[in-house]
């Protein structure tokens, strides 16, 4: 290809991803960094306590905070015999004469010196025109990939990845290019939807939906692209993964589900517990067969199938009945009898309250830290009870 390495070339993350970024980091890292702010008030002086609670949010603000960086500084220039890559951290650079050869995996492209010591060049392959580059690579230099007898036995889809710009390939290149575009946009809008779940879920329904949508996505997605995409994630496969958006968005409704509401009986649950999680477990198996039994294919990603396939199966079904519930309330007022804090279980302040409603004996309420510093025995609770989408009941005390 024409491409003079002697040039002046400057490659930056592609425009679509900085505006991804853009848009959506700085309003979540203000609300990340504002929630420990918020509880540094209502814990009052608490200081284990507030780092317990604040740890997930700010360790989310950290991630994002650095990824933004990243985006924002992230170069590549290859000029006057030098490749560089600089980003928000480090700068690598090498001398054209120096590199031994390149690789490529589902998220890099590295040029590998010839001295051990020193650090290889990566360049992510959500860079603009990163195409130019392999192809460029793929004409002046060795593939280390295919020298790699364990790489080798993907070859089909490692060498999708190597030869051309996206706008050259065809057939299973051009594939390929999309399920690894496709991926990444499903895995990075799941990574963004679970601080929204656990955090701040307004609108709730529109956050319930992206958390009980993009599991299905991603299955969708494996259909699309057959023997493309893989549920986990083996560092010698060069396949795209999906691991992230099939079980992250359903520990996060998992977890807000524990926050927002008790079922009256957990057992009542299961008639559509068993039937969501069978069908994501199927649909998975059968979407993912090449990968899992095809001549190259492995049983591994089986387990991550299956822990993903409960986490749905238990968390949807909880999930929808609850946001999309338009019944009638019913509203008691049981008698606190007793309270006290367990830290095992989240939220971790629970109130005992006389019988009431569907209950015959005197039943665990929980409640925020707040309110249950209020509540004094004898104190009388507002406990509402709702129906439930799916037909299962439910309820959540009113502060």
């Not at 051009?174 to 895995?187: D, M, V």
């Not at 692209?225 to 998992?254: C, K, Q, W």
């Not at 199966?313 to 999930?319: R, T």
């Amino acid at each position: 290809m024409d491409f003079d390495p002697n040039g002046h070339h400057v490659y930056r993350i592609e425009r679509g991803w900085r505006v991804f970024f853009y848009v959506l980091v700085p309003p979540l890292l203000l609300l990340l960094v504002g929630m420990p702010v918020w509880e540094w008030q209502r814990h009052t002086g608490r200081l284990l306590a507030w780092l317990a609670y604040s740890a997930m949010p700010l360790g989310f603000a950290a991630f994002f905070l650095y990824g933004l960086a990243e985006i924002i500084k992230s170069r590549t220039v290859i000029a006057n015999g030098v490749i560089t890559q600089a980003g928000a951290l480090s700068t690598t650079s090498l001398q054209l004469v120096e590199i031994r050869g390149f690789q490529v995996d589902r998220n890099y492209l590295r040029f590998i010196p010839t001295d051990k010591r020193k650090r290889p060049v990566k360049i992510s392959l959500l860079t603009e025109h990163v195409g130019e580059i392999i192809a460029w690579a793929n004409d002046y230099y060795p593939s280390l990939n295919r020298e790699n007898k364990k790489t080798a036995a993907a070859s089909p889809v490692q060498e999708a990845l190597v030869p051309a710009p996206f706008a050259e390939l065809s057939g299973s290149g051009r594939k390929l290019a999309e399920a690894q575009q496709t991926a990444r946009l499903l895995n990075w809008c799941s990574w963004l939807t679970v601080p929204w779940l656990l955090f701040y879920p307004e609108p709730y329904t529109l956050a319930i939906s992206a958390g009980l949508l993009l599991p299905l996505a991603a299955i969708a997605a494996q259909w699309l692209y057959p023997g493309m995409l893989r549920a986990d994630e083996p560092d010698a496969a060069p396949a795209p993964s999906l691991g992230v958006s099939l079980s992250i968005p359903s520990i996060g409704l998992f977890v807000r589900m524990l926050l927002d509401a008790e079922l009256v009986s957990t057992a009542t649950i299961q008639t559509w517990a068993y039937p969501a999680g069978g069908g994501f477990a199927l649909l998975l198996l059968a979407g993912g067969w090449k990968q899992l039994f095809g001549k190259n294919g492995n049983g591994g990603p089986i387990i991550i199938i299956l822990i993903a396939a409960v986490l749905y199966g238990y968390s949807a079904p909880v999930a929808y009945n609850v946001a999309f519930d338009t019944g009638r309330p019913a509203d008691y007022r049981p008698v606190l009898l007793r309270k006290y804090i367990n830290d095992d279980e989240l939220p971790g302040f629970s109130a005992v309250v006389e019988p009431w409603g569907p209950f015959s004996d005197s039943t665990t309420v929980h409640v925020s830290k707040a309110y249950y510093h209020r509540l004094r025995p004898g104190n009388r609770l507002r406990v509402r009870l709702m129906p439930g989408a799916l037909g299962i009941p439910w309820f959540k005390v009113q502060e």
